[in-house]
């Protein structure tokens, strides 16, 4: 590749037109540009174009570009109309997940199209970033920036083709139904890291890009999404009330942090499903990510929401109806609503019964409206990797080995300090990499900050130190996160730890729980209110999903302690050689 070039000036009339008058490059050539406000939080703008001087007029004519100050743009002599849109789609993504500044592009253009000598250009991008960064216009490096909730949470992620689908369809369906003033319910479900969480994001992005369209030179005109820009869904979706129910805290927190830093889109529609049971505002549209860990009546994990929800089932439905669930919450107070689930990502006795999210799945399909997500998008050893880990915690897997996962790193440990050192090794190489665990240990440094939870081996460890955003926090290293700080989240390597909760036996081959070593309490307490006991069985389910989850958040690798040695056997006969 040639050497590039970034020519920067001021975003002024004067300015462009004196510069346009050098280099033909400036009015015939494809480049990358980038458009920069002034201070921290401050807006930028990526765009690319075949006429810079022009788009430069185009932009200074708008209002909503005046208050730019500085453009940069990136000449390169072998850079096409291709070359230049990925560059376009990669500097937008690593501006969304660096923070500094406020990424005023909307996401129906986001691409990763296939073109002649990709991976060459794509070497460039990093020189390219890293100019940019030495003047300022990045803070951090790109492991860092793609390490981060900002970055992994971001609306400007790339869709896979059957994501992209799933989002055409439902917004489509969407408009027709707004349009009919008809009701709608949509189902998207696939395993852990197919990406259902970021479908969500970028629909309520989406929307509301399609919601505030105002200019048709924005669009890229071959985006999947180009042809929902038109003035008539502009007017169908302006006054729409639009909600992402979110049931997890940690996650929940996340979520609104990228939304701060998205315009168009506010953390205040980020919600609890007890935000959405006591309004007195109904909503139009509600999305509810992780609908698996919605609650049925049950004890709550505190006394102030057990009065909540029976206070809601009272305002919602006349009394306190035992078989009213959160889901039914959800329905009472929205015309729309685009569920994602995994129903075996069921953790806890509260969670929605599996029998009632089928129902869900079942009627979404006769609507024809049930998107199936299979792309693994997290875990770089395949969907195989997910079905293996699933099969070997029901028993199913023979002692010949597994699939072949590539460069997948997976590993078994005899010893907890010998995992502990690998996985600081692999964090001080690539970050994001953390101990995790089944709830299988006292949680006695919640009382006592001073005390271990977790013993084995001679090693002494905390569970975290906090519930939210965990991961993140600058403790998280030297301890070990439970299925609560971790589920819907990324890690680089997770060292998980299986407890006594998850046994083996040799002898009918057939994996069982210790139910005094499961030490969650809400996690194996029966549903008194309702009369419903939870057998060994129940709990093995539970058990089973928790460490699914737990075996899934690596992306390149996991590796795995067994305190039981029957089950270290045999998942030791399972991973073979």
């Known amino acids: 590749m040639t050497p590039f070039e970034i020519e920067q000036l001021r975003f002024a009339s004067g300015a462009i037109s004196e510069w346009a008058l050098g280099d033909e490059r400036r009015r015939n050539w494809p480049v990358v540009y980038v458009l920069e406000g002034a201070g921290d939080g401050a807006g930028v703008y990526v765009g690319e174009t075949v006429n810079a001087a022009t788009r430069m007029r185009q932009h200074l004519a708008n209002p909503a570009k005046r208050a730019f100050q500085s453009v940069r743009v990136v000449i390169d002599e072998t850079f096409n109309k291709s070359a230049c849109l990925d560059l376009e789609s990669h500097l937008i993504r690593w501006l969304a997940g660096d923070g500094h500044f406020t ?3 909307g996401n129906e ?58 989002v055409e369809d439902i917004v489509e369906g969407l408009l027709e139904d707004l349009g009919t003033n008809s009701r709608s319910m949509s189902v998207i479900e696939g395993h852990p890291g ?39 869904n502009r007017d169908l979706l302006r006054d729409l009330r639009i909600g992402f129910v979110v049931p997890q805290q940690s996650l929940r927190e996340s979520i609104k942090r990228v939304f701060k830093k998205t315009p168009k889109v506010s953390p205040d529609q980020i919600l609890t499903p007890f935000d959405v049971g006591a309004s007195e505002q109904s909503w139009d549209v509600l999305i509810v990510d992780e609908t698996h860990r919605l609650n049925q009546r049950a004890n709550q994990s505190s006394g ?12 919602l439905f006349g009394a306190d109806d035992l078989l009213k669930t959160q889901l039914d919450w959800i329905k009472a107070r929205s015309a729309h609503q685009i569920y994602l689930l995994d129903a075996e990502q069921t953790v806890r006795p509260a969670d929605l019964p599996r029998a009632v999210l089928r129902s869900l799945v079942t009627e979404a399909q006769s609507a024809h409206r049930r998107y199936p997500l299979s792309t693994q998008m997290r875990v770089r050893a395949g969907a195989d990797y997910v079905e293996f880990v699933r099969a070997m915690l029901r028993g199913e897997s023979s002692p ?7 460069d997948y790193d997976l590993r078994l440990f005899d010893d907890l300090g010998e995992m502990r050192r690998e996985i600081l090794a692999r964090d001080s190489e690539h970050g994001l990499s953390r ?9 006695k440094s919640a009382r006592d900050r001073d005390a271990f939870d977790i013993e084995v081996d001679g090693l002494q460890l905390r569970w975290n130190s906090q519930a939210k955003d965990w991961i993140n926090s600058p403790s998280s290293i030297h301890e070990v996160g439970s299925i609560h700080t971790v589920q819907g989240y990324d890690l680089n390597y997770a060292g998980v ?47 089973r999903n928790i460490y699914g989850v737990l075996l899934t958040r690596g992306m390149r690798g996991t590796y795995v302690y067994v305190c039981d040695r029957a089950l270290r056997g045999y998942i030791a006969d399972v991973l073979g050689p």
């Open 103 to 105: 990424v005023m592009n």
């Open 109 to 166: 253009g986001i691409i990763d199209a296939r073109y002649y000598e990709r991976d060459l250009y794509r070497e460039s991008f990093r020189d390219v970033f890293e100019e940019l960064r030495a003047e300022g216009i990045f803070q951090r490096s790109i492991p860092e920036i793609e390490n981060s909730d900002l970055f992994k949470l971001s609306p400007f992620k790339v869709l896979t083709p059957e994501q992209a689908i799933a």
């Open 194 to 232: 197919t990406g259902k969480t970021i479908v969500a994001i970028f629909l309520m992005k989406l929307l509301a890009d399609i919601r505030d369209y105002d200019d048709a030179d924005e669009i890229e005109p071959d985006s999947m999404f180009a042809d929902f820009f038109v003035s008539e």
């Open 304 to 315: 102030v929401n057990n009065k909540r929800f029976v206070t809601i089932n009272e305002k």
């Open 400 to 406: 010949q080995g597994h699939p072949d996962f590539g």
């Open 435 to 443: 101990l995790v665990a089944g709830y299988a240990w006292e949680w």
């Open 497 to 543: 730890i299986i407890g006594d909760d998850l046994r083996f036996d040799p002898d009918s081959r057939r994996l069982f729980i210790d139910r005094d070593s499961y030490r969650d309490a809400k996690g194996k307490e029966n549903n008194k209110q309702r009369g419903i006991s939870y057998s060994d069985d129940d709990l093995l389910e539970f058990i």
